[in-house]
């Protein structure tokens, strides 16, 4: 596959992206060497560029994948948490855990809004000691808010932005209300023309788009200043069939097998509100 660089950065990067969370035990929950070989199978394929984090507790898979092979990937991690020590030790972890000498970027992990981020000062300042210290070679922030995005343009030591964005807005926010696309991608733009890398999450709505696959990826990929998009796969054939797009030899008309398909609420993202128990229109939550 094709490589681009990820903003003004030195890494070069596949324009599609693995999302390791989709193997780990949140979402599909798959035995760890047979996550690993679809893991290895990307990577086989060309697929050079991974996204992981603390949360998500996927670090033995792609240290699984990564054993007795060539493949040396981009690996990018994330750490939800708001001090100094407590992000030290998350660095220090996946370097462990995943057997690596460096991590290519560490982020912030969701950054909610513009205080959140000063919230976090302790980690962020440990994120800055690590790529001096050579343990990390970038850092930066993902979120889901325009505000965040927004702001990072301004931050001279934040390398990378990871943002939420898909065709229909569904999930992004700015400040305490919904945002929309043509804001995150105003900001998108403003962060690339800042020299930041950027990569996307969410291109299909957390699952909800994917019966659009062609037109989601259309709309992502085409955003002024988008490096990579990120995309969480559980099969071999979902890898090939994200590599046909990337390369331009997919059938235009695809669309995904989702009769298995499911929505689930993430327990761990879960605050108990019971607006999607209201929302349902299926009555399928309780």
């Known amino acids: 596959m094709k490589k681009v660089q990820l903003g003004n950065t030195d890494l070069m990067v596949t324009p599609i992206g693995f999302g390791v969370l989709t193997v780990g035990n949140t979402q599909l929950n798959l035995p760890i060497k047979e996550g690993a070989e679809v893991l290895r199978y990307a990577l086989d394929r060309g697929i050079n560029f991974l996204d992981t ?10 240290r699984e994948a990564l054993k007795n ?42 950054v909610r809004h513009g205080s959140d981020f000063d919230d976090r000062a302790g980690a ?21 808010h325009v505000d965040v995005a927004e702001r990072m343009a301004d931050i001279p030591e934040c390398d990378i932005l990871f943002p939420l964005i898909n065709f229909k807005s569904l999930g992004i926010r700015k400040g305490s209300e919904p945002g929309t696309k043509e804001e995150m991608e105003s900001a998108i733009k403003k962060n690339a023309d800042a020299g930041k890398g950027i990569f996307a999450m969410k291109a299909f709505g ?20 988008m490096d990579s998009i990120m995309m969480g796969f559980g099969t071999k054939e979902q890898v090939d069939r994200a590599i046909e797009y990337a390369e331009g030899t997919i059938d235009r008309n695809y669309v995904p097998d989702i009769t298995g398909k499911k929505i689930m609420v993430d327990q761990g993202d879960c605050e108990g509100c019971g607006a999607c128990i209201d929302r349902c229109p299926n009555k399928a939550i309780f």
């Not at 407590?86 to 000498?101: F, G, K, P």
């Not at 788009?209 to 062609?214: G, P």
Request: charged share 25%; net charge negative.
């Open 206 to 225: 957390g699952g909800v788009l994917i019966e659009n696959y062609i037109e989601a990826l259309d709309y992502v990929s085409g955003i002024e200043g």
């Open 53 to 62: 984090a603390q949360y998500y507790e996927t670090y033995p898979y792609i």
């Open 124 to 144: 962020w300042r440990c994120l800055q000691d690590a790529k001096a210290a050579g343990k990390v070679k970038y850092i930066g922030v993902s979120t889901h």
């Open 69 to 110: 092979t060539d493949h040396k990937p981009v690996i990018a991690s994330k750490c939800l948490h708001y001090t100094y020590s407590e992000m030290e030790y998350a660095i220090d972890e996946a370097l462990r855990e995943m057997d690596i000498d460096c991590v290519d970027i560490f982020l912030l992990h969701e």
